[in-house]
Structure formats: structure tokens, C-alpha cells
């Protein structure tokens, strides 16, 4: 379809255009923001700091404990990462192709945790991790971070496998492959592409997840997103632009595998479109 | 072989199905006084039951806000060639998330800010605005996060639909209102009462900006901060449960009001194109 050529078309066109400037100056001017305030010395009623300054980086090293943060950030991915792959993939493999009574259970058991806002379903889930002694560990956080991560590795992986030939199996099983082969030497490497794009839409979504992290960290298991959170929550305690420099912290590791699985998927991906 | 998939199913059912029923049957058993007490409790406190109009006020006006934007906006850019990096832009604040927009949000609108410094510079007002620590802090904050999650939806839905069916009237004779009204709109209603569900839910369930940037003891005490507030700083998880509950009720309600009335005004395939 052509856009329209009429006056009226283009007014409209126009107007709906600066719409988008508009909002996508907000966003840069936001987090333009951040960015300036974190390298600042001090800003005051002026359009940009008076000077400059890196010594807020080395503020957030030292004084918010950040070696430690990161440290079980990436352990959390890791194994978020690591377990929903193995959990995910081969269930999305059962749904793809197979036909089972309570196909359509399962696949609904696998849509609500991603339709049901985390805050929801996190009060309860926090509340049994904190009675199996699981919550405020490492491993509440991994294990509630695996809800949402596990079903969206199902629901990426499902279109992945549908498109690959089922001869290739049924050549690979009459060769004698069981299903340890059949899955390291023929679907694995068939569905790389698949499982990449899976894997690093697990990755952003948890590094980003706020509600299930927080609900579940104790002291010794937050995350970058949720020490950020008490660090603005706190905001008063420490200057505001170390606060910032924390920020840009956690948007430059965001940003950097967001813009890494960008290159392997669809922006409207991340959104996890509800497919029918 | 179907087997595989029982790991998965067996993970759903401990971790989101099982917590689920377990808080259902604890809202139950209060900490004391009868089975409702919980339920009784939240509907006699103002500063309870007040949290339900709050998050209303907050979320249904934000969603409309954003839905009935998205689709102009999405009709425009279905046609442009870079629609690729429009899209890039616009997914950065869904994947940032809202505690990072939150902290971004307290300086950019900040009384030293740089809107409230174009504001002044210009004319259009003698002091600055207050738009934090209020409603209109966790207003725009779901706008920010809200709007680029709603565009993305309404555009995957948008680009479902065969552009045949657009040129086909094109060609009959039918100016740009027409084809929106008459061929656009009613293919485009089932995916739109998803994302206004979807949205919805997201906006109703707002957290962090409703503390960071809004007034977390007045206007923006939302009700996932009484659960919050319930379960972590009271230690009752038995009322934390029931707020919970009631909380992912009132979603199920509004959700299941809007496919409701989606089957009202629409009848036809639930899916749209592509699907």
C-alpha cells in the first residue's frame, strides 16, 4: 500500500511523525540524562554539568560493593540461561511435533507465565520459595527467574523446529541414533540459529527483570537491576550522580547483549508476541 | 519422546501453578478471625481498598492513552522503509526496564530538569512543574515503557494483515477513512483486544515507578505496593496472598470484560492473517 498524496494525508502523516520525534527526543533526552549526570561533577540549573569527572565510576566500584553485584548477575544468567535451555528445548521439541492428549494444556501452562505480569504471580511464588528456605539464595532467585525464561525458550523454539524436515530424524533414527545422538549430532546443530535467538532473549529479559529478583534476592543475591533499585530507593543516602554512574552501568551491560541479539532477531521479539 | 516436554510442564506446575493454588488457600487462612477475614480486612481499610481506584486511575487511562496512539503511528510506519530501526529505538526502553526509566525519569522531569528547563526558557510557565512524586511521574514513566510495548504489538498485528486486502479497496474506490474503518479496523480488532488486554495487565501491575516516582503512601499507593507492603514489611503473607489474589482477579475480570466485548461488536476468525 502507497501512502496517500493529499494535503490532508500529509498533514495527518506530518503530524503523526513529529508524534514519534517527539517521544523518541524524550527517551534520548532521558537517558542522555543519566549519562551526562554520571560523568559531572555537579549540575545545577545550567543545561550541562559545570565540569567532568570519572570519579563517580570509581564511587559505584568501591563504595556499592558493584565485583560482587556483577558477579552473581552473571551467575544468575548463567544458569537462568543454561537450565531453560535444557528444560526448554526439548519440551519445545515434544510440542512441535508431537500431538498428545493435553497438547493444548501444556502450551496454555506455558503461555500464562508470560501473559501474567511477574508482580502477580511473584508474591505467591516468593512467598512458597521463602517457606522451602530457597528465597533470599542464589538459587530462589535462579529458580524463580527460570518461570518466565523457560516457556519463552518453548515459545521461540517451537516455530524453529516446525520448519525443520522430519525425514532428516527418521534418517537419523534408522541409522540407529538414539535420542541422545539424534538430539547432539542432528537437532542441536540444525537449530543453532533457533536456540541462539532463545538463548539471548533469556539473557536480556533476565539481566532486565526486575519484580521476580527483587521479590526473591536476599543481600547476598541481588542483581544489577534490583541493587540499582534500592540504590534510587536510597537516593539521598549517596550523591545522585553516583547513583547514575550505576545506572549507565547497568544500561551499558543491557544495551550491549540487547544490541549483540538484535543482530540474530526481530525487535518485536522481546515483546513475545501472544501467537494463537 | 512426548515425553520431553514433562520436565517443562512439571517445572510450570511446582513453580507458577502450585504457588498459585497455595496462595489462593492461604488468603484463606488469615492470621486470625474467620476464613474471609483476609478478604474483610482489605475491603473495611481505606488505605486498602483505595488501592484498586488508584491503580485504575492509573492504568486504564494509560492504556487507552497508548493503544489509540499506537495505531496511527503503527499505519504510518507499516508503510516506511527503516521500519527496522524505529523499532530498534523503541524496544530500548521495554528491555531497560522501568526501575532504569525511573531513575532516568527523576533527573530529565526533575525541577532542574532538562524539560522543566525548555518549559521555563520558552515562556510557557513561570516555575517550574512538579511532575514528580506524583501521579503524572508514574503516569509518564507507563507511558514511556507502556507505548513502545503496545506500538510493537499493534504494528505485529498490523503487518499480519494481507496488504491485498487494502490495495483490493484501493482500487474500488475507497479514500484512506474508509479502508481504515471498513477493511483495516475490523481485521485489526481481534489483535487490538490483545494488546489492550496485554497492556492493561502490564499497566495495572505498575511497581517500581509507582515508588520511585510517584507518592508510594498517597495518589500512586498502588495495589501490588499493599501486597508488597503486606508481605515484606508486615510479614503477613496470608493478607499478601489475598491482595495478590485480588489483584490477579481484577485482571482476569477486565481481560475476560474485553474479549467479551470484543464477541459483541465483532464476530469472525479470532485470528488475524498470519496469526
Given at each position: 500500500m502507497r501512502a496517500d498524496r493529499t494535503p490532508g494525508a500529509r498533514a495527518w502523516a506530518f503530524a503523526v511523525w513529529v508524534l514519534v520525534a517527539f517521544f523518541v527526543l524524550n527517551l534520548a533526552g532521558m537517558i542522555a540524562t543519566v549519562v551526562l549526570d554520571s560523568i559531572g561533577t555537579h549540575w545545577f540549573?545550567?543545561?550541562?554539568?559545570?565540569g567532568w569527572t570519572g570519579r563517580w565510576y570509581g564511587m559505584v566500584w568501591n563504595e556499592f560493593q558493584l565485583p560482587p553485584i556483577l558477579i552473581v548477575t552473571v551467575e544468575v544468567v548463567a544458569a537462568v540461561i543454561l537450565l531453560s535451555g535444557l528444560i526448554g528445548v526439548p519440551a519445545a521439541y515434544a510440542m512441535a511435533r508431537r500431538d498428545f492428549p493435553g497438547r493444548r494444556v501444556a502450551m496454555l501452562l506455558f503461555l500464562l507465565p508470560l501473559l501474567v505480569p511477574p508482580i502477580t504471580y511473584g508474591i505467591p511464588l516468593a512467598t512458597v520459595l521463602y517457606q522451602a528456605h530457597l528465597a533470599g539464595t542464589i538459587w530462589g532467585v535462579i529458580l524463580a527467574n527460570l518461570v518466565p525464561g523457560v516457556p519463552f525458550v518453548i515459545l521461540i523454539m517451537i516455530p524453529f523446529i516446525e520448519q525443520i524436515d522430519p525425514r532428516i530424524e527418521a534418517a537419523a533414527r534408522v541409522y540407529g541414533a538414539g535420542m541422545g545422538r539424534l538430539f547432539g549430532q542432528v537437532l542441536v546443530p540444525l537449530l543453532t540459529p533457533g536456540i541462539l535467538a532463545a538463548l539471548l532473549l533469556v539473557l536480556v529479559r533476565t539481566i532486565a527483570m526486575f519484580e521476580l529478583t527483587f521479590l526473591t534476592a536476599g543481600p547476598t543475591s541481588q542483581t544489577l537491576v534490583v541493587a540499582l533499585y534500592y540504590a534510587v530507593f536510597a537516593?539521598?543516602?549517596?550523591?545522585q550522580q553516583s547513583i547514575d554512574a550505576m545506572a549507565v552501568v547497568y544500561t551499558v551491560t543491557t544495551m550491549m547483549w540487547l544490541l549483540i541479539t538484535l543482530r540474530f532477531v526481530n525487535p518485536t521479539q522481546l515483546v513475545g508476541r501472544a501467537r494463537r | 519422546m512426548t515425553l520431553l516436554v514433562l520436565p517443562a510442564v512439571l517445572f510450570i506446575l511446582a513453580l507458577f501453578v502450585y504457588p498459585f493454588l497455595y496462595g489462593l488457600w492461604l488468603s484463606f487462612r488469615?492470621?486470625?478471625?474467620?476464613?474471609?477475614a483476609n478478604y474483610a480486612k482489605f475491603f473495611a481499610d481505606p488505605f486498602l481498598y483505595t488501592t484498586i481506584t488508584k491503580t485504575l486511575m492509573l492504568a486504564v487511562p494509560v492504556t487507552v492513552l497508548n493503544v489509540v496512539v499506537s495505531i496511527p503511528v503503527a499505519l504510518r510506519v507499516r508503510l516506511m522503509r527503516h521500519q527496522r530501526l524505529l523499532t530498534t529505538i523503541l524496544v530500548v526502553p521495554i528491555t531497560l526496564g522501568t526501575v532504569l526509566v525511573s531513575e532516568g525519569l527523576l533527573t530529565y522531569?526533575?525541577?532542574?530538569g532538562w524539560v522543566n528547563r525548555v518549559l521555563l526558557d520558552l515562556g510557557l510557565i513561570g516555575t517550574p512543574v512538579r511532575?514528580?512524586?506524583?501521579y503524572w511521574g508514574v503516569f509518564l514513566s507507563l507511558v514511556i515503557t507502556g507505548f513502545p510495548f503496545t506500538f510493537l504489538l499493534t504494528l505485529s498485528y498490523l503487518t499480519g494483515i494481507d496488504p491485498a486486502l487494502e490495495n483490493a479497496a484501493a482500487v474500488l474506490g475507497a479514500p484512506a477513512r474508509e479502508r481504515f474503518k471498513r477493511v483495516l479496523l475490523p481485521l485489526l480488532i481481534p489483535g487490538l483486544t490483545i494488546t489492550l488486554a496485554l497492556s492493561f495487565v502490564q499497566a495495572f501491575s505498575v511497581f517500581p515507578s509507582a515508588i520511585l516516582l510517584g507518592e508510594p503512601a498517597g495518589a500512586t499507593r498502588v495495589i501490588s505496593i499493599a501486597a508488597y507492603t503486606a508481605a515484606f514489611?508486615?510479614?503477613d503473607y496470608s493478607l499478601a496472598s489475598a491482595i495478590a489474589m485480588l489483584m490477579a482477579g481484577i485482571q482476569v475480570i477486565i481481560v475476560l470484560a474485553l474479549l467479551a466485548a470484543r464477541g459483541l461488536i465483532y464476530s469472525g476468525p479470532a485470528a488475524s492473517g498470519k496469526g
Amino acid at each position: 500500500m502507497r501512502a496517500d498524496r493529499t494535503p490532508g494525508a500529509r498533514a495527518w502523516a506530518f503530524a503523526v511523525w513529529v508524534l514519534v520525534a517527539f517521544f523518541v527526543l524524550n527517551l534520548a533526552g532521558m537517558i542522555a540524562t543519566v549519562v551526562l549526570d554520571s560523568i559531572g561533577t555537579h549540575w545545577f540549573a545550567t543545561w550541562l554539568p559545570a565540569g567532568w569527572t570519572g570519579r563517580w565510576y570509581g564511587m559505584v566500584w568501591n563504595e556499592f560493593q558493584l565485583p560482587p553485584i556483577l558477579i552473581v548477575t552473571v551467575e544468575v544468567v548463567a544458569a537462568v540461561i543454561l537450565l531453560s535451555g535444557l528444560i526448554g528445548v526439548p519440551a519445545a521439541y515434544a510440542m512441535a511435533r508431537r500431538d498428545f492428549p493435553g497438547r493444548r494444556v501444556a502450551m496454555l501452562l506455558f503461555l500464562l507465565p508470560l501473559l501474567v505480569p511477574p508482580i502477580t504471580y511473584g508474591i505467591p511464588l516468593a512467598t512458597v520459595l521463602y517457606q522451602a528456605h530457597l528465597a533470599g539464595t542464589i538459587w530462589g532467585v535462579i529458580l524463580a527467574n527460570l518461570v518466565p525464561g523457560v516457556p519463552f525458550v518453548i515459545l521461540i523454539m517451537i516455530p524453529f523446529i516446525e520448519q525443520i524436515d522430519p525425514r532428516i530424524e527418521a534418517a537419523a533414527r534408522v541409522y540407529g541414533a538414539g535420542m541422545g545422538r539424534l538430539f547432539g549430532q542432528v537437532l542441536v546443530p540444525l537449530l543453532t540459529p533457533g536456540i541462539l535467538a532463545a538463548l539471548l532473549l533469556v539473557l536480556v529479559r533476565t539481566i532486565a527483570m526486575f519484580e521476580l529478583t527483587f521479590l526473591t534476592a536476599g543481600p547476598t543475591s541481588q542483581t544489577l537491576v534490583v541493587a540499582l533499585y534500592y540504590a534510587v530507593f536510597a537516593a539521598g543516602v549517596r550523591p545522585q550522580q553516583s547513583i547514575d554512574a550505576m545506572a549507565v552501568v547497568y544500561t551499558v551491560t543491557t544495551m550491549m547483549w540487547l544490541l549483540i541479539t538484535l543482530r540474530f532477531v526481530n525487535p518485536t521479539q522481546l515483546v513475545g508476541r501472544a501467537r494463537r | 519422546m512426548t515425553l520431553l516436554v514433562l520436565p517443562a510442564v512439571l517445572f510450570i506446575l511446582a513453580l507458577f501453578v502450585y504457588p498459585f493454588l497455595y496462595g489462593l488457600w492461604l488468603s484463606f487462612r488469615p492470621n486470625g478471625g474467620g476464613g474471609l477475614a483476609n478478604y474483610a480486612k482489605f475491603f473495611a481499610d481505606p488505605f486498602l481498598y483505595t488501592t484498586i481506584t488508584k491503580t485504575l486511575m492509573l492504568a486504564v487511562p494509560v492504556t487507552v492513552l497508548n493503544v489509540v496512539v499506537s495505531i496511527p503511528v503503527a499505519l504510518r510506519v507499516r508503510l516506511m522503509r527503516h521500519q527496522r530501526l524505529l523499532t530498534t529505538i523503541l524496544v530500548v526502553p521495554i528491555t531497560l526496564g522501568t526501575v532504569l526509566v525511573s531513575e532516568g525519569l527523576l533527573t530529565y522531569l526533575g525541577p532542574r530538569g532538562w524539560v522543566n528547563r525548555v518549559l521555563l526558557d520558552l515562556g510557557l510557565i513561570g516555575t517550574p512543574v512538579r511532575l514528580l512524586h506524583n501521579y503524572w511521574g508514574v503516569f509518564l514513566s507507563l507511558v514511556i515503557t507502556g507505548f513502545p510495548f503496545t506500538f510493537l504489538l499493534t504494528l505485529s498485528y498490523l503487518t499480519g494483515i494481507d496488504p491485498a486486502l487494502e490495495n483490493a479497496a484501493a482500487v474500488l474506490g475507497a479514500p484512506a477513512r474508509e479502508r481504515f474503518k471498513r477493511v483495516l479496523l475490523p481485521l485489526l480488532i481481534p489483535g487490538l483486544t490483545i494488546t489492550l488486554a496485554l497492556s492493561f495487565v502490564q499497566a495495572f501491575s505498575v511497581f517500581p515507578s509507582a515508588i520511585l516516582l510517584g507518592e508510594p503512601a498517597g495518589a500512586t499507593r498502588v495495589i501490588s505496593i499493599a501486597a508488597y507492603t503486606a508481605a515484606f514489611e508486615q510479614y503477613d503473607y496470608s493478607l499478601a496472598s489475598a491482595i495478590a489474589m485480588l489483584m490477579a482477579g481484577i485482571q482476569v475480570i477486565i481481560v475476560l470484560a474485553l474479549l467479551a466485548a470484543r464477541g459483541l461488536i465483532y464476530s469472525g476468525p479470532a485470528a488475524s492473517g498470519k496469526g
